[in-house]
């Protein structure tokens, strides 16, 4: 199994503010990784150096081995595809249209698409589940279509690292589901390497091979999700109380507000 | 009103039909006039000009033709596919639908410029040429930036604040270009004439001039196509996508308003042209910029042809400045862009 990309020690600054620091982790080819963590603890920015978009002010970032500072544009998009938390949807592009945006480093001095290049966004749109929606105007379709149209453009990139930012944030349960059940049968198939922002902690655990837990900018926990996700953790790290049960089916950890010490959130008013 | 992709017809199609409608429109317009000259006429006399079979052949018709019409068909070509490939390069880069060289300020501060080197001492011929454009170019330059930044909320610039911040710097730099004619009422009358669009002055020289601007114009754009696809993404997505952002967006707004500023100096201030063409050419083709910006390039020539053709002839002998056919074609086109804006559409 090769490293797709690996954090050393990384700090992250925006505006002279160190915003994550001492980030350390390794994603290797068939892995999902989730980032989670309290809204401001830096999982997006983690997400967006990663894809080369802030650099590391201290510590190495490397894409497969390399500095990524060192690793051309065209050489990182061939290696790594990124999807942003609003994913555009720009007037007037059908959706075909717009994954096959995803073939542009592959492309030559003149952009012309080969049939290879057709080959390959046909076979993004297969994969994401989106080939039926090939000449509908983007505009026009649901958050959740919108969603799968970026990964298929993500995918078209033919990518060896895959880099969502809350994919699931806007969906509804149906949705939430179909998109990581993609990502997971992506890594599962065809050896793809994942890192996924998510909000919702019982849902990473559910598909996640390991979890990346953020609190302030630092790790406040990593490794496979049953090991991360302990309530005294989360407590600390969420400051509200938490409680960890197990899914019933699967054991994976299942993360519920609890009642002692906030009943007011309960209808019964937490007598019951 | 909206072409769903499905009906778009191939748009390679479109492209190929772009090059015989060039071609007619340019024997068309050669051939009106105060003399009407048979389309075979002008057709074969182009032929003999074009492939050095002598010059003169046919007399009089030849040199009306060759010296007097066809100069200033290709000038009006050469200014209208330049404003609409300007037009939809800023529509591309500002993601902004609105983006036209005449309504984000760029072509009143290229004016301004001009207007400041008509004026000035430097010489005012063919020679001068360099720096009438020169001072376009600037003055350009500034305006974009200047209404980009006047504009500006944080890391976004909402459309229509561009369009109004473009509202304000064009007001601002026509009015220092009419404080400028004021303070050289000699020269008034020439800034005042060529302001509002003119090709009565064309010649080949001109043509010479100016080609080679130009052209590099078209040829960096036309290259950048791919790149400017992808921005449509945004900026993060398309940094992701190995594209050099900052770059990318420096270049193709120098080199627009490049073309921009050649235009202007050449032909005074025409509006609507990178507004209207670029759209209507997008209906067509889609959004595919490889495709949309050749497209633009051939019916934008097409177009300022046709528009010159009807300064020339809607109140022959006499005749209308060309930026008045093109405001009246492109106002009202605006108005409609606008309201669907506001609604969300494309």
Same mark, same amino acid.
């Given at each position: 199994?090769? $490293? ?6 990384v ?5 002279g ?7 350390? !982790?390794?994603?290797? *080819? ?5 980032? =989670?963590? %309290? ?33 051309? #544009?065209?050489?990182?998009?061939? $290696? ?6 609003q %994913?555009?949807? #720009?007037p007037?592009?059908a ?17 012309a698409?080969? %049939?290879? *290049? ?5 076979r993004?749109?297969e ?5 039926s &929606?090939?000449s ?9 279509e919108?969603?799968r149209?970026?990964i298929?453009?993500? &995918? ?10 809350? %994919? ?10 179909s998109?990581?059940g ?9 050896g793809?390497?994942?890192l996924?922002?998510?909000? *919702? ?5 559910? !598909? =996640? ?7 302030d ?24 109380p ?7 089916? =699967?054991?994976? #950890?299942v ?11 309960a209808n ?5 | 009103?909206?072409?769903g992709?499905?009906?778009?017809p ?6 190929? /039909? ?5 071609? /007619? ?53 050469m ?30 501060g ?5 207007a400041?080197a ?20 600037v003055?350009? @330059? ?7 930044e ?32 004021? @303070?050289?009422e ?11 669009? +003119? ?6 020289e ?28 945004? +900026? +993060? ?51 595919d ?9 051939l ?6 042809i046709?528009?010159? @053709? ?19 074609a492109?106002?009202p ?14």
């Amino acid at each position: 199994m090769n $490293t797709q990309l690996s954090f050393e020690g990384v700090e992250v600054r925006l505006g002279g503010r160190a915003v994550v620091s001492g980030v350390t !982790f390794e994603l290797g *080819d068939g892995e999902v990784m989730a980032l =989670c963590g %309290p809204n401001g603890a830096g999982k997006s920015t983690i997400a967006r150096a990663a894809a080369g978009l802030l650099p590391a002010a201290a510590g190495a970032i490397r894409l497969r081995g390399s500095a990524l500072r060192s690793v051309s #544009p065209g050489e990182r998009a061939r $290696t790594c595809a990124y999807v942003a938390q609003q %994913p555009a949807a #720009p007037p007037g592009f059908a959706v075909r249209e717009l994954v096959a945006l995803g073939r542009l480093p592959h492309l030559g001095l003149f952009g012309a698409e080969s %049939p290879k *290049d057709r080959a390959a966004v046909e076979r993004a749109m297969e994969r994401a589940g989106v080939f039926s &929606l090939g000449s509908r105007p983007i505009g026009e379709l649901s958050g959740g279509e919108q969603q799968r149209v970026s990964i298929a453009r993500a &995918l078209a990139q033919e990518p060896r690292l895959l880099i969502l930012d809350e %994919p699931t944030s806007n969906l509804d349960l149906r949705f939430q589901a179909s998109i990581l059940g993609l990502v997971r049968r992506l890594s599962r198939d065809e050896g793809l390497a994942a890192l996924v922002v998510i909000h *919702d902690l019982s849902l990473a655990a559910l !598909f =996640c091979d390991r979890l990346l837990l953020l609190a302030d900018g630092g790790i406040a926990g990593y490794g496979p999700p049953a090991e991360v996700l302990t309530a005294p953790l989360l407590v600390r790290t969420y400051g509200t109380p938490l409680r960890v049960l197990s899914h019933p089916e =699967c054991l994976s #950890p299942v993360v519920v507000h609890s009642l002692t010490g906030h009943p007011h959130i309960a209808n019964q008013g937490g007598e019951a | 009103m909206v072409a769903g992709p499905a009906a778009r017809p191939a748009a390679r199609l479109v492209l190929a /039909a772009g090059i015989p409608t060039l071609v /007619a429109a340019v024997i068309f317009a050669t051939s009106v006039g105060a003399v009407s000259i048979p389309q075979t006429t002008v057709a074969a006399s182009i032929f003999r000009h074009v492939t050095f079979q002598g010059e003169g052949g046919a007399g009089a018709a030849d040199t009306i033709v060759w010296q007097v019409r066809l100069p200033r068909v290709l000038l009006a070509g050469m200014v209208g596919g330049t404003l609409a490939l300007s037009g939809a390069t800023y529509q591309s880069v500002f993601r902004n639908p609105l983006a036209d060289p005449y309504l984000i300020g760029v072509a009143s501060g290229a004016g301004l410029g001009a207007a400041i080197a008509i004026v000035s001492p430097l010489p005012l011929n063919y020679y001068g040429f360099g720096y009438v454009a020169l001072f376009a170019f600037v003055g350009a @330059l500034a305006a974009v930036a200047l209404t980009y930044e006047l504009a500006r909320s944080g890391r976004t610039v909402p459309t229509a604040n561009h369009v109004l911040a473009g509202v304000a710097v064009s007001a601002a730099a026509t009015a220092a270009t009419t404080l400028v004619m004021m @303070l050289n009422e000699a020269k008034a009358f020439v800034v005042f004439s060529w302001l509002y669009g +003119d090709f009565t002055t064309s010649s080949w020289e001109k043509l010479q001039l100016a080609s080679p601007y130009v052209g590099a114009s078209w040829v960096v754009l036309l290259l950048c196509t791919h790149r400017l696809n992808a921005l449509q993404l945004g +900026d +993060d997505e398309a940094a992701t996508l190995g594209v050099r952002v900052e770059r990318l967006k420096i270049v193709t707004v120098v080199v627009a308003s490049l073309g921009t500023a050649v235009c202007v100096a050449l032909s005074g201030l025409i509006g609507f042209v990178g507004l209207i063409v670029p759209h209507a050419c997008r209906l067509l083709v889609g959004p595919d910029n490889r495709v949309l910006f050749p497209v633009t390039l051939l019916f934008g020539a097409t177009f300022l042809i046709l528009a010159d @053709l009807g300064a020339r002839m809607v109140l022959a002998p006499q005749e209308l400045p060309v930026g008045i056919i093109t405001a009246a074609a492109g106002s009202p086109f605006f108005l409609i862009l606008l309201r669907r804006q506001r609604r969300g559409l494309p």
